[in-house]
T-cell receptor, first 113, second 118 residues
Framework: AQTVTQSQPEMSVQEAETVTLSCTYD???????LFWYKQPPSRQMILVIR??????QNATENRFSVNFQKAAKSFSLKISDSQLGDAAMYFC??????????FGAGTRLTVKP | GAVVSQHPSWVICKSGTSVKIECRSL??????MFWYRQFPKQSLMLMAT?????????EQGVEKDKFLINHASLTLSTLTVTSAHPEDSSFYIC??????????????FGEGSRLTVL
């Protein structure tokens, strides 16, 4: 079974600075998707960024980018120019051939003004 | 983007009663929906995969007789918590993948339903 590990329960960043959230996963599949979701206090899950495993180029979405290392099974999220609205729980997720999505334990990000 | 809606957003019930939560895909048809459970300050745990027109597939450890899932149409899946007890109190979230967006791999999530059993 696939597992997703987020080793940082909490992270803190100063406003306008950069922070990196870590994620590793375990799988025997060669084709899959990886995601970062944000869950603010409202509890609504919001997609931040996605990465297809077959793509070597790291995905970017404005201030959000990933460092995808397929051989190392690592998928970290970098948030640049952090804003107060970035404060939330961040979940790394894996979706493979079964179509269901597995989540890491989450990282609570605090942004200090 | 695709929209998934859940109802009710929160519900309080007495122990021993049953509660139904609805999950609707508003602008697309979903042959498969997923139900997750989230305890406070914890991650989302997959409970079951809901398949339109067939039985749901439950994850190991999830009681299928307690958490009844019915996917009666391509836009509606329901989760019924039967004979609810306080330990069933949790946040329940559904999600679905929009057909035609298979390449994106993304799941769209409902707003979640908070169940409190007294």
């Amino acid at each position: 079974a696939q597992t997703v590990t987020q080793s940082q329960p909490e992270m803190s960043v100063q406003e306008a600075e950069t922070v990196t959230l870590s994620c590793t996963y375990d799988t025997s599949e060669s084709d899959y998707y990886l995601f970062w979701y944000k869950q603010p206090p409202s509890r609504q899950m919001i997609l931040v960024i996605r990465q297809e495993a077959y793509k070597q180029q790291n995905a970017t979405e404005n201030r959000f980018s990933v460092n995808f290392q397929k051989a190392a099974k690592s998928f970290s999220l970098k948030i640049s120019d952090s804003q107060l609205g970035d404060a939330a729980m961040y979940f790394c997720a894996y979706r493979g051939n079964n179509n269901d999505m597995r989540f890491g334990a989450g990282t609570r990000l605090t942004v200090k003004p | 983007g695709a929209v998934v809606s859940q109802h009710p957003s929160w519900v309080i019930c007495k122990s021993g009663t049953s509660v139904k939560i609805e999950c609707r895909s508003l602008d697309f048809q979903a042959t498969t929906m997923f139900w997750y459970r989230q305890f406070p300050k914890q991650s989302l745990m997959l409970m079951a995969t809901s398949n339109e027109g067939s039985k749901a597939t439950y994850e190991q450890g999830v009681e299928k007789d307690k958490f009844l899932i019915n996917h009666a149409s391509l836009t509606l899946s329901t989760l019924t918590v039967t004979s609810a007890h306080p330990e069933d109190s949790s946040f329940y979230i559904c999600s679905a993948r929009a057909p035609g967006r298979a390449g994106a791999g993304e799941l769209f999530f409902g707003e979640g339903s908070r169940l409190t059993v007294l």
